[in-house]
């Protein structure tokens, strides 16, 4: 970590968009947008984690109020410079999400493309329930899109999983089962010069979730295993959950 940005400082912000461009295509975007505008209704929606703005200005554009939470300037910068991104048409609280209050009541708060394993901590993860509960108005909703913890690809003894290899770039996961820490590493040579970058997370199970949720006050909703609605079964790899507070 380089400063106060956090992971996505500005070597990072200049370029997510560019190197997340799958998670840009309108087919992994579309259907997410639909289904936090049918849950926000005619309500606000607070991001945390708001990032460059991907799904924060289809949604406001589709006409839902969108504040957002980031610990990263370099990224909000980013969607500053988006059209729709202005102070005028998103508003952006700088903070960690876990902790950070931003003014008045939503029907709906959302955390995507698994930054809640971003918090590396469960006392951190148990923190951020409690801090979107305490901005969603009564019926609201929590969104939470994240991976099953992908442990199937651990053999007994082995701490590391593979997931790039070529001549010039080599990337893993690295697990600690005890504690739930886990990190993601990439190796990469360029014009000769090695790199080396390590970001940590934390994994967590649906479960687990499920009871961060009981402990702040919410309901498990709905869980599916992606933005379509298709059934969450064993196989599942990923899951879009959505918690609620009782009315
Ligand atoms: C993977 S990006 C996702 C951005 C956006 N939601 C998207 O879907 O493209 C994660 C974002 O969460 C922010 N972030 C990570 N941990 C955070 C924390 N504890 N508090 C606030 N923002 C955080 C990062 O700065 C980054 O902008």
């Not at 500053?80 to 999400?97: N, T």
């Not at 899109?145 to 893993?172: I, S, Y």
């Not at 014009?191 to 199970?205: M, T």
Request: with cysteine; hydrophobic share 45%; charged share 25%.
């Amino acid at each position: 970590m380089t400063d106060d940005d956090g992971y996505f400082g500005e070597r990072v912000a200049a370029r997510y968009d560019e190197s997340s461009g799958e998670m840009f295509a309108p087919a992994a975007v579309d259907p997410a947008v639909g289904f936090l505008a049918g849950l926000a209704g005619d309500g606000r929606a607070l991001e945390l984690g708001i990032g460059t703005g991907r799904m924060a200005l289809p949604l406001a554009a589709r006409g839902v109020p969108v504040h957002g939470i980031d610990l990263s300037r370099a990224m909000v910068a980013r969607l500053r410079a988006k059209p729709g991104g202005g102070a005028e048409d998103i508003g952006v609280s700088i903070g960690d999400f876990a902790t950070t209050k931003a003014d008045g009541e939503f029907s709906l708060a959302y955390l995507v493309f698994n930054t809640i394993m971003n918090l590396t901590t469960q006392d951190a993860q148990v923190d951020c329930f409690r801090n979107v509960a305490g901005h969603l108005s009564p019926g609201g909703c929590f969104v939470v899109e994240v991976v099953v913890p992908e442990l199937r690809k651990l053999p007994a003894g082995q701490r590391l999983v593979p997931f790039r290899a070529t001549a010039t770039h080599w990337a893993f996961d690295a697990y600690d089962v005890a504690t739930q820490a886990m990190s993601s590493n990439y190796v990469k040579v360029e014009d000769g010069r090695g790199s080396f970058r390590s970001i940590p997370f934390r994994y967590v199970w649906p479960a687990e979730l499920d009871l961060m949720a009981r402990l702040a006050g919410l309901r498990l909703r709905e869980r599916w295993e992606d933005w379509d609605r298709s059934p969450f079964t064993n196989e599942s790899g990923r899951h879009v959950s959505v918690w609620e507070k009782p009315v």
